[in-house]
């Protein structure tokens, strides 16, 4: 593809950027998707696109034609397309990440993981696993508030570790993050006993409730990361169950989970036998959304 199907006159973006915010308004879209996507495609800063001082310029160069970049933000408006997938990035703390169709969006609530698990590590150091990786958010997080920590991800997904590494490389940290593909805590047997720490966000909607989600999320966003079981606590039950075998005494057990089951997941906790302290935490919005533990 030539570098002229990426140059486009000034003008021509802002006439598209006016008809796209026009279609989203119409179809219930949030029209600042519009400037958010503009942002990342086209190199535009916040300031040309509230003044709209980009009109008069010469030539803009995008990543992507904009005939193609017209098709994806119909897809967004017919076929709810989330527009990070089309952008292929989103914000995550401080980081810009790299997502696609294989891994879940990472959400901005679950930003507060990172927080409580710096809040709760005892020494910053030894391993810490981060079961159901992703897109590497989580990882990413942790090697970046324990820096004396080795970082072990999992995911079952050859397609997610793919993004996930690649935003490790991309964000500087390869060499503290290790990928492993397998199903929770099975490839890392050789570390039994070992962990200061894991972090989950795991699967945790109940199959019944995935067609109720928005059509974003259950038309284009991975089954296999959202579909949590019958009562949705499948994943959660069997970290519940197995992480002690992996855990050093004092190891941090922190997982997110759905609005409504902190109650369960506090009583699965208290009824394994192996875990104390145990603590639920809320999100920004007030839903006990964190459950926190410590092997005895």
């Not at 990413?140 to 820096?147: I, K, M, N, R």
Request: charged share 20%; net charge negative.
């Amino acid at each position: 593809m030539g570098e002229k199907h990426l140059i486009v006159s000034g003008l021509q973006l802002w006439q598209w950027r006016n008809a796209a915010i026009k279609a989203a308004i119409a179809t219930d879209v949030p029209p600042r998707e519009v400037d958010w996507l503009l942002l990342e495609v086209a190199g535009l800063d916040r300031l040309a696109l509230r003044l709209e001082s980009f009109k008069n310029w010469p030539q803009i160069q995008l990543q992507l034609p904009l005939q193609e970049l017209d098709q994806l933000w119909q897809r967004r408006l017919n076929d709810r397309l989330p527009v990070q997938y089309i952008a292929g990035v989103t914000p995550w703390r401080q980081f810009k990440i790299a997502v696609s169709n294989a891994v879940l969006i990472p959400r901005p609530e679950t930003e507060s993981l990172i927080d409580l698990a710096e809040a709760s590590a005892s020494k910053t150091s030894g391993h810490w696993a981060d079961l159901g990786t992703g897109s590497g958010a989580i990882a990413l997080g942790l090697a970046d508030v324990l820096p004396k920590a080795t970082i072990h991800a999992v995911d079952y997904s050859l397609a997610a570790l793919a993004i996930a590494q690649a935003n490790a490389e991309n964000l500087g940290f390869a060499d503290r993050i290790k990928f492993y593909q397998g199903s929770w805590w099975e490839p890392l047997a050789l570390l039994k006993g070992q962990f200061s720490g894991m972090v989950s966000n795991p699967p945790y909607i109940p199959t019944s409730t995935l067609p109720t989600l928005q059509p974003e999320v259950v038309n284009h966003e991975p089954h296999l990361a959202l579909d949590g079981g019958a009562d949705g606590l499948d994943c959660i039950r069997h970290l519940i169950e197995i992480s002690p075998r992996y855990l050093r005494s004092g190891g941090v057990w922190l997982i997110e989970m759905m609005a409504g089951q902190a109650d369960e997941v506090r009583e699965l906790l208290q009824n394994q036998g192996n875990y104390s302290n145990i603590q639920i935490h809320a999100d920004l919005a007030g839903i006990d959304r964190f459950a926190l533990a410590y092997r005895s």
